[in-house]
């Protein structure tokens, strides 16, 4: 018996069907975020720096910094990576050509060009966020700034962000998640809450009147608790963003990153509470150590907890909208991109070889002995051999081969940078 046929039936006693399992997990699209590569800097200022409360550290060497960089390591941690693959562009990616450079209130379709070429030629689909940081106009506030004329210029962006991302849909055939989020908020103790948050929604209000096709395009609104510099106050919390979704169901989903929680929260638990209430959600998927720090995913028991409710609550069906989202600087990109993501994989396939009908009885039937017994003696299932045959078939390296193909194209490609 070959060690793939031992893991089968050893599933199957547990009422596991492992071939489905593979299958499903194959057709499921999980968004990889192209500013892993570049620490968030983008193709479209100069020298304006990271800001909006985010950051990247460390200086690893062989940082992608023109389109075509950009492209070939993604090239390269996709070819590591298992399942069907979507790409995540920012709006500050596009790429101009003969030096036609615009502002972000005026960038269209054609800018994402190129990227739309690379994503057909290997088949992916895209998702985009407007980049509400990063720019001179961040004064620093973008969509709740008092002042109109910078709010009207982020409005102007966001609007040619739903064209763009409606293009985007189109052209690829696939559904783009467009994410709304902004760092505005306030270091220290705000005089005014309310009205930075009445901006913040007539803003968003304003974006998403610019026409658009729902089925095709989803914007989000991503909430946040606190930002680097922005300690005291987000425009953009937990309840305003949520309750903006639930108050226009009809043109956007709320966006959970779980990193942007209290320490103690549990973004696992919220996924079906939202669930309740909403036909469609959106995540994006990182690591916070002690805050919002985007440390690389790993199959942790968050990340494995997070899956669960995923599978159980059937959002692999096209309800939940899974993208990755940190970014590390201080260990190889190509590998950070590689290895968060086949934790998330490696995290859905292990939800997906959770026998959850059976569990979910014995919870109703209050057996709850029995429940943790079976809970804690799945942890040991041979499930090593189920990611090993799952890597196979999507023809990438298995765990133990990929690592030393980063390792030639950082001395080929990287050192020379
Ligand atoms: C920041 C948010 C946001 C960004 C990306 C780059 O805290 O998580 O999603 O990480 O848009
Ligand atoms: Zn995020």
Redesign the pocket.
Known sequence: MSNYEYAKTSYAKSGVDTEQAMATLRAVPVSL?C?QGDD?LGFDQKGAGLT???QTTGNYPGRASTPAQLMADLDQALSLCPGTKKINL?ASYGIFEDGKWVDRDQIEPKHFSKWVQFCKERGLGADF?PTFFGHPKCDPLTLSSPDEKTRKFWIDHGKACIRISQYLADELGQPCVM?I?T?DGFKDIPADRKGPRERYRDSIDQILSEPYDFTKVKPCV?S?VF?IGVEAFTAGSSEFSLLYAAMNRDKCIPLM?N??YHPTEAVSDKIPALLAFFPEIAL?I?RPIRW?S?HVVLFDDETKEICKEIVRCGGLNGSVNIAL?Y?DASINRIAAWAVGYRNLQKALLSALLTPHEDLKQLQDESSFTELMIRQEELKTMPFGIVWDEYCRRCGVPADGEWFCEVKKYEAQILENR
Do not use: A, L, P, R
């Open positions: 975020h500013w968030v909006g409360g985010i920012h966020n994410n989020w760092g991503e946040k930002g990153d990193g942007h994006h990182t919002d985007d989202d970014f």
